[in-house]
């Protein structure tokens, strides 16, 4: 039960953004995926995962663009670079961000 209050709570919060992006009429130019969720491993070894989801694409471009920034900032940061604590992932990003020559203000 501590697993599903978990997730209704996230949820609740998964609402609140989607409200927020009305609230700035920000639907036309807001994109989003958002995956919470378990992954727990059942009797016969299969991973499975509980889990919330929600999106906010419109098109396969902007869905291949946030994978991609997904995917690069992954192995920038996990695999290359190990991080001890996320005290410098902002700047991190914002870094990342600017050489694929995205404005970050």
Known sequence: MKDIAFLLEIQKLALEMDDLVDKYDMRDRFVSILVSGFLQEDDYGEMNMNAIYSYHLSTIFEL???????????EHEFEYETPETFENFDADVDDFLES????TE
């Open 64 to 74: 291949t663009e946030i994978l991609d920034f997904i995917n690069n900032t992954f």
């Open 100 to 103: 694929l020559g995205i404005d």
